[in-house]
């Protein structure tokens, strides 16, 4: 349990359409990051927020974008799905942004048709 | 982009036996850490290495930093039921921010 949630927990959405997911933060955590993880696959880094501005980015085009609220929580919105979007999503919190203190969340599973 | 080649991509074991796995790269890596993914959950740190050569141990498992920098290993002794799960490596490059490079996984199965 690392207090770090995620909602939904499954989605299904058809290509072109639009995704929001969310990620809770535990407290104090500053940072979160972004992560995309294909079936079989390691995840792959996205972006990460630091209070509320982002500073640093995968490859990954500009229809992924995000936000960190005030109380750190964040979101994950992607625009004109296509099919090889679906995957897991997952979010992890940390302090300062040191990778290696990031809880990780349970991840969204985002399925595009 | 970058990549790191993690073997084996499952492994089949008796419960008791030692199990051995390890990531490789063609870049330098600073850091390398070790996670552990069970079903329905994020992937939980087991183990952090910072320097070349350096050795350490978190329970029944152990871990290698790599002398090159480009290589890392894990060890599991004695492995019991509930080691099962997807096993990543995960690395920073030496003139990356903080974004990590991850191995593809492998996944540890134990034979009833």
């Known amino acids: 349990e690392t207090g770090v949630t995620q909602s939904p927990t499954h989605l299904i959405k058809t290509r072109g359409q639009q995704v929001t997911l969310r990620c809770s933060s535990q407290?104090?955590?500053?940072?979160v990051s972004w992560y995309q993880q294909a079936l079989g696959q390691g995840p792959q880094f996205i972006f990460q927020?630091?209070?509320?501005?982002?500073?640093g980015r995968g490859n990954f085009p500009p229809r992924f974008s995000g936000l960190q609220f005030p109380n750190y929580s964040s979101e994950l919105n992607v625009n004109a799905l296509e099919l090889d979007d679906s995957a897991l999503y997952l979010c992890?919190?940390?302090?300062?942004?040191?990778?290696?203190?990031?809880?990780f969340g349970p991840g969204t599973r985002l399925l595009v048709l | 982009g970058q990549q790191l080649n993690q073997s084996p991509q499952s492994m089949f074991i008796q419960e008791g036996e030692d199990v051995s796995m390890n990531c490789t790269s063609s870049?330098?890596?600073?850091?390398w850490l070790w996670y552990k993914q069970d079903p329905g959950e994020g992937p939980v740190l087991l183990i952090a290495?910072?320097?070349a050569g350096e050795l350490t141990s978190n329970g029944r498992l152990t871990a290698q930093f790599g002398i090159t920098r480009k290589d890392s290993f894990l060890n599991i002794s004695a492995s019991i039921p509930s080691d099962v799960g997807i096993y990543f490596c995960?690395?920073?490059?030496?003139?990356?921010?903080?974004?990590?490079?991850w191995g593809a996984g492998t996944k540890l199965i134990i034979k009833p």
């Open positions: 870049s330098i890596f600073n850091t």
């Open positions: 995960a690395g920073r490059l030496t003139d990356s921010n903080y974004q990590l490079i």
């Open positions: 927020y630091y209070r509320e501005e982002e500073n």
């Open positions: 290495l910072y320097k």
């Open positions: 992890a919190n940390s302090l300062g942004g040191r990778q290696e203190t990031q809880y």
């Open positions: 407290s104090g955590h500053n940072t």
